[in-house]
């Protein structure tokens, strides 16, 4: 029996380094197509399927980058689970989020929405229902550590979510699509992953880390969190100029979270706290407080507004997420081991330097247009400091590889 279990945890280790090895490869492909999407409009290619591209750049960024990352960082960082699930779960959870990434990678180009894209993108969902489960019937955790509240309640966020995509096929066959309602509801789904699942599973891998069940402090930012995920869902349908309400219950959330921001670095900011951060998981919380403020911001009607007509405010958003809190929390996350790799130490700057270049490039443009200027170049400049991702990206997988 114990030949067994040392059997097992030997297992789970490598399919562990395994599945962030297919992360870290999808995530050097997501930033090709990137590049390839921002090419476009410079080099004047034809591309009738341009949509469908763009769905399967953004499906595959969640499915075969951030749901096989957040899988790995919880394997690592939570060793109780990692011991008391069993092998056979981990193995098919991975197995699902990649095959069915891969499908919707395939898929999406060439029909966009259709039956084969759609089957794949419930797999997805289906797999993290699984992982949810196998979490849940753990019975052997002590719940009521921060890191454990933070990683429960964003599974529940998690399987939350699903009611987004599950609600268009209704709605589609009762002619809504395209309706402020049909939108709202993709929004529920993003809010709840992006600010919900994503927000709390690397949260709750950051106290792991710094073990902040020393002070009151990450009880405190749970609950804020906790209290304001609901209400900040309402942000995210100011755009539709909805009854004056939704601008008061967001502003509840966006406040809620702005006092949580607050609880949070007080508790980072000494600096044996720091120490034990990698760099790129402070930048990924810098990214994370701009991300609560610019929240806050769109409670206004004039902010609201802009952000929704101007699309490249909404891409700086959203890559502010993905890359500046996700990306670099992950990155941080895994590789802070591989510190004295001068490889993967360029990379990792190149990789943040592209990243602050094209979001100022995107926010400073989306101002202009309502400022009355414009950024001469423009998309000469986006691809060309876009063209640093693809190669930043594979030098950080080539040197987990090595590792």
Not at 190 to 205: D, I, K, S
Not at 234 to 252: N, Q
Request: charged share 10%; glycine share 6%.
């Amino acid at each position: 029996m114990n030949t067994n279990r040392e059997k097992i945890n030997n297992q789970v280790p490598d399919l562990q380094r395994t599945i962030y090895r297919f992360s870290l490869f999808n995530f050097s492909l997501i930033t090709l197509i990137g590049l390839f999407l921002r090419s476009v409009p410079i080099t004047g290619l034809t591309v009738p399927y341009y949509r469908n591209i763009l769905h399967s750049h953004s499906h595959f960024a969640f499915g075969g980058w951030v749901m096989p990352a957040l899988l790995v960082l919880i394997m690592k960082y939570f060793p109780e689970l990692r011991a008391n699930i069993s092998y056979r779960h981990w193995r098919n959870i991975a197995a699902l989020l990649l095959l069915s990434s891969y499908g919707m990678l395939l898929s999406f180009p060439f029909q966009g929405y259709a039956p084969v894209s759609i089957s794949f993108s419930t797999l997805s969902v289906l797999a993290s229902f699984y992982l949810a489960v196998a979490i849940w019937r753990v019975k052997d955790i002590n719940r009521n550590t921060t890191a454990m509240r933070f990683l429960l309640a964003g599974l529940v966020y998690l399987v939350l979510s699903a009611a987004g995509p599950f609600a268009t096929a209704p709605l589609i066959a009762m002619g809504k699509a395209g309706t402020p309602l049909y939108a709202n509801v993709i929004y529920f789904y993003l809010h709840f992953q992006y600010n919900g699942w994503f927000c709390f599973a690397l949260l709750g891998v950051l106290y792991q880390i710094i073990g902040d069940d020393r002070t009151r402090h990450g009880k405190r930012v749970f609950v804020l969190l906790n209290s304001a995920c609901a209400p900040a869902y309402f942000l995210s349908t100011l755009w539709s100029h909805p009854p004056f309400f939704f601008y008061i219950v967001g502003g509840i959330g966006a406040l809620l979270q702005l006092v949580a921001l607050f609880f949070l670095l007080s508790g980072i900011s000494d600096s044996k706290t720091n120490r034990k951060l990698h760099w790129m998981i402070r930048l990924a919380l810098f990214s994370f407080a701009i991300k609560i403020i610019l929240q806050l911001a769109g409670t206004f009607p004039a902010i609201a507004n802009m952000a929704f007509v101007h699309r490249n405010f909404i891409i700086a958003y959203l890559h502010l997420v993905l890359l500046g809190f996700v990306s670099f929390f992950v990155l941080g996350a895994m590789h802070k081991n591989n510190l004295p790799n001068t490889i993967l130490k360029k990379a990792q700057s190149w990789f943040v330097a592209a990243w602050v270049i094209t979001e100022l490039l995107l926010a400073l443009q989306a101002y202009g247009e309502t400022a009355g200027f414009i950024i001469p170049a423009f998309n000469k400049w986006l691809l060309a400091a876009s063209c640093i991702f693809p190669p930043a990206a594979f030098a950080c997988w080539f040197c987990y590889q090595r590792s």
